[in-house]
């Protein structure tokens, strides 16, 4: 792990405990000891959130991570399938036979270079290949 998390565990775990005797010693002037400070967390809520702000933000972060991971998972997939179809145009659009796309009705909607001079070459080619 990197040298920032085990900081972060570090601060994470050291501001509540700094927080709850700052609210101790300074606010109410009390001594440091357990029963003072089990008294500042029923007297306060401050305390009851600075302690628990560490969990809620580590559970935002722990689901904003996923969604991150997943995010990139995602877009990882997208570039892949992108490069798949950027290989699969280019093959068909440098191949030199003739490659037509004709659908049911005998309309043809892609040809590639080869594909158009052959269709020319032909003259009416919608009537040829209607079925």
Not at 88 to 93: C, D, F, M, V, Y
């Amino acid at each position: 792990m990197p040298d920032t998390y085990f900081s972060g565990i570090i601060f994470g775990t050291l501001f509540p405990l700094c927080a709850t005797l700052l609210e101790v010693a300074l606010v109410q002037v009390l001594a440091l000891i357990p029963t003072n400070v089990i008294a500042a967390h029923q007297t306060s809520v401050l305390p009851w959130i600075i302690d628990s702000a560490p969990f809620v933000l580590g559970l935002v972060a722990s689901i904003a991570g996923s969604q991150q991971d997943a995010l990139t998972q995602l877009n990882r997939r997208y570039e892949e399938e992108s490069e798949r179809v950027e290989f699969l145009e280019k093959l068909s659009e440098e191949n030199p036979n003739p490659v037509l796309r004709i659908d049911h009705r005998g309309q043809v909607f892609y040809g590639n270079r080869a594909g158009q001079e052959l269709l020319t070459e032909m003259g009416n080619p919608e009537e040829c290949l209607r079925v």
